[in-house]
């Protein structure tokens, strides 16, 4: 099914990221010379979409600013320009409350929703991927990940397993270790029915006090369902500071100019 807009909700405080986070966007940290928000445009370019929707919030113009740039005045995706739009967050309450935030400028089509700071390198457009296997039901992004690390993540539990797809009987945001009922766990990438704004706008803050999309998707799967989409390519968590110096290295040493400098590095080490 064709998916045509992405909503990127930008209006976390990026606390694990103070000070700079102070008075620059997490999402305008740079991968060397791109900052993390310009990946997620990117691939999702390469999903077809047509129109950006970006939940942002005091301090983050700097993405406007960017993008009015990069699309206006360079061209440089190659879209349409008048396809971007902003909406604002008054208060950061979630992401539930976020993609919330969209619903007017989503109106009632599927959607999909991109993190930037999930960070995804693929010879293929994660996020076109989802959209070429999209039948109606909710569908997230999905990784297996160690046992440890999943009250970190959204965590399926499983019904059954077909090629890339993981049907969902149920979904836990963050459950302790030892309650998680597999280590499958949701990443930054959604396509959503528009049903989920009725369940969002009457859903009770959860784990953290935020309005939690996952909670959103556990409810909906009697009526939608819920999918899994096991994505091909590395991920790297660049909401922390160790997952955005392993996607910079990751990115540097594929140019030769750069690698360089990380041999030189490891040399003097
Ligand atoms: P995170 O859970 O990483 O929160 O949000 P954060 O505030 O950005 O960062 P930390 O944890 O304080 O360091 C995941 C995604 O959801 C967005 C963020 O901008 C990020 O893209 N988000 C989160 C919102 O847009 N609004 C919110 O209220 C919360």
Redesign the pocket.
């Known amino acids: 099914m064709k998916i045509r807009k992405v909503v990127?909700?930008?209006?976390?405080?990026?606390?694990?990221?103070f000070p700079i986070?102070r008075a620059i966007p997490?999402?305008m940290l740079g991968i060397i010379d791109k900052p993390l928000i310009h990946y997620a445009v990117e691939e999702a370019v390469h999903a077809g979409i047509e129109e950006f929707i970006f939940?942002t919030?005091h301090g983050k113009s700097s993405i406007e600013d960017y993008f009015d740039y990069m699309f206006s005045h360079a061209n440089y995706f190659d879209v349409k320009i008048g396809s971007m739009c902003y909406v604002r967050?008054d208060?950061?309450?979630?992401?539930g409350?976020?993609v919330l935030c969209a619903k007017n400028l989503v109106n009632n089509e599927p959607f999909a929703v991109m993190?930037?700071?999930d960070f995804i390198l693929s010879t293929k457009s994660c996020l076109g991927e989802m959209a070429s296997n999209y039948d109606g039901a909710n569908m997230v992004a999905t990784m297996s990940v160690d046992r440890k690390d999943v009250s970190k993540y959204g965590i399926i539990d499983v019904l059954k397993e077909d090629g890339s797809l993981v049907y969902a009987k149920s979904v836990d945001e963050k459950p302790p270790v030892e309650e998680a009922k597999s280590t499958h766990a949701i990443v930054?990438r959604y396509i959503l029915s528009p049903d989920i704004f009725d369940v969002l706008e009457q859903l009770a803050p959860g784990v953290g006090g935020?309005i939690q999309l996952t909670d959103a998707l556990l409810q909906m799967i009697p009526t939608c369902g819920l999918v899994g989409f096991k994505f091909e390519g590395q991920r790297f968590d660049c909401?922390s500071k160790k997952g955005l110096l392993a996607a910079i290295l990751q990115v540097a040493s594929q140019d030769a100019n750069l690698q360089q400098v990380i041999e030189e590095f490891n040399r003097r080490k």
């Open positions: 990127f909700p930008v209006g976390g405080l990026g606390t694990r990221f986070t997490k999402e939940v919030r967050q208060e950061p309450k979630g992401l409350h976020a993190s930037a700071d930054g935020e909401g």
